[in-house]
């Protein structure tokens, strides 16, 4: 079933990501860390349907998407980037395999970040946000999605977070695309839950490293 939601504000994350709040549909529920498939009723664009995350917790009065634009063809991003509050676009029910259900260890790249933000704040909000790592990966310092704020939630004491950049270095950044060797001495007790998120290539290596360091096939949580 899809549902029209009007834009009620956007606003810059990055220099290319944007936050999109919506209006939310009586009775809509989703988990944090689901998607919604989305599209625009415009020439064009209507068989160009694109999931999106939710990056606000589930018992907002609004749904909120963080979203990464490209700018290189006409679709469905590249369009959000230029609209404005009151204008419409057209989400489907919620859907996604990536939940929450223990603590563990996050390994993210780029916009696949925006599942693991709903799952944070939601477990923020709660007091609930334990013994929870987060290693992020990135081309640069400018393309980190939120940083201050995760860098907050995992600075406290029983979490942790490292952020690392694989194009151009910087002070206090990990260079480099993330190997074994950095998971080990990041988390080096992290045996339980991986929850991964990225492009299909971050994927698969981040599978193959953390069933080498002893994480079970079952505890390893990603979009299928």
Not at 1 to 10: K, P, Y
Not at 108 to 114: D, E, K, L, P, S
Not at 116 to 136: P, S, T
Not at 188 to 208: D, L, N, Q, T
Request: charged share 25%.
């Amino acid at each position: 079933m899809a549902h029209q939601v009007t834009l009620l504000s956007v606003g810059f994350v990055t220099h290319d990501v944007k936050r999109y709040v919506t209006s939310k549909p009586d009775n809509y529920v989703f988990t944090p860390g689901q998607a919604a498939d989305v599209y625009l009723d415009k020439p064009g664009l209507r068989d160009d349907i694109r999931p999106f995350t939710f990056t606000n917790s589930p018992n907002d009065k609004i749904l909120e998407f963080t979203i990464k634009s490209y700018h290189d063809h006409n679709g469905v991003t590249h369009t959000l980037w230029d609209m404005k509050p009151g204008d419409t676009l057209h989400i489907s029910e919620p859907e996604g395999t990536i939940k929450y259900t223990k603590p563990g260890l996050f390994l993210a790249a780029g916009a696949g970040v925006t599942p693991f933000l709903a799952i944070v704040r939601d477990l923020w909000a709660k007091g609930e946000l334990h013994n929870c790592h987060l290693l992020y990966s990135n081309k640069t310092k400018s393309d980190i999605i939120c940083e201050h704020e995760l860098t907050h939630y995992f600075s406290q004491p029983d979490n942790g977070i490292l952020l690392t950049l694989t194009r151009k270095s910087a002070i206090g950044y990990v260079s480099g695309r993330v190997t074994e060797s950095i998971i080990r001495e990041f988390c080096p007790e992290c045996k339980g839950v991986a929850y991964i998120c990225g492009p299909k290539a971050f994927v698969a290596g981040m599978k193959e490293i953390v069933a080498k360091i002893g994480i079970d096939e079952d505890s390893i949580v990603f979009e299928k």
